[in-house]
């Protein structure tokens, strides 16, 4: 499809890339400052799915410049995401910043950890409550970044929080200026 439509050759290029096909620095922080993100997985007979993962930031780790893993944390216990993964280790990776409106698709291979509890710990978002019994290792094989052009520009409740309280600040500092200054002109 991509050759009928004529985007293979750029396409191509970004495939060869070594940096699109390893963790980089960049890419590291860039997933470190995420709060959530999206994990595609499908049965053996090709039945996709989707869940969305959250936690506090640094929740998705790098371990190497070919793994990313974070805790299984309990949720709904359905686990169709780990029933997925013992069919079929194809997984994908959606992250997203909408301050930004950047996002990052990465391809790879899951796979679900039990019994490494020094990784299980080192996964735990500290002050969790939440006892995670597993963790889910990604081992990437490519990523991409994709346009900004549909993403909407949405901020976190801590984000407005935060602009709301200096933007009162400075209200606040301009107020006493301008009661200073009629003071003194009386």
Not at 63 to 89: C, M, R, V, W
Not at 102 to 108: A, C, D, N
């Amino acid at each position: 499809m991509q050759a009928r439509l004529g985007s293979r050759g750029r396409n191509e290029e970004i495939e060869r890339s070594p940096a699109r096909n390893s963790v980089t620095p960049e890419l590291a922080a860039w997933l470190a400052e995420r709060n959530s993100f999206f994990l595609g997985t499908a049965s053996a007979d090709g039945r996709p799915y989707i869940q969305h993962r959250g936690g506090p930031p640094g929740f998705l780790a790098a371990l190497d410049e070919k793994h990313l893993a974070f805790a299984d944390l309990p949720g709904n216990k359905q686990y169709i995401t780990l029933g997925n993964l013992s069919e079929n280790d194809r997984a994908i990776i959606f992250a997203i910043d909408y301050a930004h409106r950047q996002r990052i698709k990465l391809w790879g291979r899951a796979e679900v950890i039990e019994d490494d509890p020094a990784l299980i710990e080192r996964l735990t978002p500290p002050q969790s409550r939440l006892r995670p019994q597993r963790a889910i290792r990604f081992r990437l094989e490519g990523w991409d970044v994709n346009c900004p052009q549909h993403i909407p520009q949405l901020f976190t409740a801590e984000e407005v929080e935060a602009a709301a309280g200096a933007m009162l600040a400075r209200i606040q500092e301009l107020e006493e200026e301008v009661a200073r200054l009629k003071g003194e002109t009386e």
